[in-house]
């Protein structure tokens, strides 16, 4: 908003009130135009950062490549390490760390890793070991709505009459809403 019309919104502010059709319609033309404004303004900036995203995307495609670059380098010399400590490991088959200046070779034992087929998995244990299986229980809001009423603030189910717990009706006054023809 320019500061003009920030003058004229507080000057107008201090003794304007709208009394008649006409101030009305003057400040829907007023919120009208500061609707134009906004779209105008939405339009620049979603434009600056479409540049800004296609600049960002050349910047990523560089990374990716000059990382990509250097990660082939890096294997290649993981690969060389490694068989080098294979000959150290060939010499003490007990070497589990070898240090060095810069960084160290290491052996480790690894756990094994666990594949799994899911629906076979999901049959075997429906069939032989219930207490395996997790089911995730929520309560279908929508078809709640469908069935209850709001009577005195409470909830209750319509057919039965019953008392929802768990439920808290927070009521709302009315909303004011301005609509311009755009």
Known sequence: MLNAERKEIKNEDKGFVVDDDNKATWCLRKIKH????QEKNKELAEEQI???EKEIKEVEEWLEAENSKLENSIEFMKSKLHLYAQQLREKNPDLKTHKL???QLQF?????KWKYDNDRLLDF???KYQELIKVKKSVDK????SKAKIVGGRVIIEKTGELVEGVEVVERGEKFKVKTND
Not at 34 to 37: A, E, L
Not at 108 to 112: A, C, F, K
Not at 142 to 145: A, G, P, Y
């Open 142 to 145: 929508r078809e709640l709505k």
């Open 108 to 112: 480790r034992s690894q756990r094994p």
């Open 101 to 103: 200046p810069f960084g």
């Open 50 to 52: 479409r540049e800004i």
């Open 125 to 127: 244990a429906e069939k």
């Open 34 to 37: 500061f609707k134009s404004k």
